[in-house]
T-cell receptor, first 111, second 113 residues
Framework: DAKTTQPNSMESNEEEPVHLPCNHS???????IHWYRQLPSQGPEYVIH???SNVNNRMASLAIAEDRKSSTLILHRATLRDAAVYYC????????????FGPGTRLSVLP | DTAVSQTPKYLVTQMGNDKSIKCEQN?????MYWYKQDSKKFLKIMFS???????INETVPNRFSPKSPDKAHLNLHINSLELGDSAVYFC????????????FGQGTRLTVV
């Protein structure tokens, strides 16, 4: 599985946008970029995923660089409930590929 | 309805015991997983399993064994429990053949004393 690099921690103020970066310089053409988050004392929760084009859903937006070597998860208005560890994961379309988690970015949201 | 459910939520047991954690998914997914999250909060894949193949992380001791009575269930059996097995265990599922998301259970906190 290809590896990703994320900052250990980030801080944001409530109701401000948050941009969480992820580097994946060894990404292959068949790797999708997934983002999950883990709220305190809960299991990981899907946020968004994409392949080449930017993606939007009700939770967040995913901006993917043109060369696909990096991506950014965008939370448009952070709330206190968004405080969590955010994981950027590469997952190939090949059969049998697992979701391999790195250390993630711990996001703190300040009131 | 909970998509992926695990029981029990908490499990405290003595060293040397054998225990099981149950997992059920009602999503009709083909693949189920077990993950271990240790005290340092790293999530590590232990197993992935579908009706065709069991893929085992080679670092998992053979005291751990997944058992799947049917497609909707993947239980985790642990023999001869050790102190180092204390962790939170998460079950998850996803659909084969499509790069869709995984759904995780709420976790089982295992404490070995």
């Amino acid at each position: 599985d290809a590896k990703t690099t994320q900052p250990n921690s980030m801080e944001s103020n409530e109701e401000e946008p948050v941009h969480l970066p992820c580097n994946h310089s060894t990404i292959s053409g068949t790797d999708y970029i997934h983002w999950y988050r883990q709220l305190p004392s809960q299991g990981p929760e899907y946020v968004i995923h994409g392949l080449t084009s930017n993606v939007n859903n009700r939770m967040a937006s995913l901006a993917i660089a043109e060369d696909r070597k990096s991506s950014t998860l965008i939370l448009h208005r952070a709330t206190l409930r968004d405080a969590a560890v955010y994981y950027c994961i590469l997952r190939s379309v090949s059969y049998g590929q697992n979701f391999v988690f790195g250390p993630g970015t711990r996001l703190s949201v300040l009131p | 309805d909970t998509a992926v459910s695990q029981t029990p939520k908490y499990l405290v047991t003595q060293m040397g015991n054998d225990k099981s954690i149950k997992c059920e998914q009602n999503l009709g997914h083909d693949t189920m997983y077990w993950y271990k999250q240790d005290s340092k909060k790293f999530l590590k894949i232990m197993f992935s399993y579908n009706n065709k193949e069991l893929i085992i992380n080679e670092t998992v001791p053979n005291r751990f064994s997944p058992k799947s009575p049917d497609k909707a269930h993947l239980n985790l059996h642990i023999n001869s429990l050790e102190l180092g097995d204390s962790a939170v265990y998460f079950c998850a599922s996803s659909q084969d053949g499509d790069n869709t998301e995984a759904f995780f259970g709420q976790g089982t906190r295992l404490t070995v004393v």
